[in-house]
């Protein structure tokens, strides 16, 4: 059998469901306060943390900017060096290739003054046939064997100091320069007109070709090519005959040695004592 209900007991569990119903909405008011304030606390730490490490990241950025433009600004300034260097570089070498090229314009200057002395000391070879044709004459007058000494004193002389000066010329002289010479002996017009045609071909062969001398000595009958150097010079005598005969025809032409110390000293000679003409072919 239920127990009766009071006024009192209604009452009493009225408050009692009242005083839950107030707790209940107590504690959804203080999870409804808490709840934004945790919520923004973990968006604040979240927004903390997402800025320190976009700030790491910035300074990152900026510390690589920072050596990328560090390195650039090396990079340029070693370009700059370089491009300084290259400039001193290529400075000091067109100052090498200007000297180089004033030294060589200097020593082609030197051998070719050094050419012509050697082709004026040569020229003076001549005199010795000269004194040679004095000393005939000489010989021909009474009482001549003091003057006949003498100008045989001078010849000899003359002829030493000529090799001599030669000898000294032709060690400064590459052996391309260091060329053969040859002397024309002539005793009339027509002998000299043949020489003046040889010169040509035997400059074109590498002979020096000394001026044309006036035979005063003796008249040659046959061309005489005479060398003063046995046997290391009678070859190239053969060829200066060889090509005698071929321009001129001489086939009487023949070669000489001949023992003479003054000519043979100093450079290769030879000497071209021009014959009689052939005669002209008949028509």
Known sequence: MASPTTPNADLEQSLYKAKQKETRLRNRAVLAAILPVVAGGLWLLYSLSAVTTWQASARETEKREAELQRREIDSRQKVADADTKRLAAEALAQAAQDQEKAAKQHADDIQRHIVKVREEVGSLAPLLNDL????????????????????????????????????????DLPESEQKARIYFYVTDDAQNAVARALVPVFQGAGFDVAPIAKNTTRRVDNTEVRYFHEPQDRAEAARIQGLIVKQTGQTDCRIFHAIDPSHASGSRKFQVWLGKPPPAAPR
């Open 132 to 171: 040679s044709s004095a000393k005939v004459k000489a010989a021909k007058l009474m009482a001549s064997e003091a003057v006949e000494t003498q100008i045989s004193e001078i010849r000899t002389g003359l002829g030493r100091s000529l090799g001599r000066i030669e000898q000294e010329i032709d060690k």
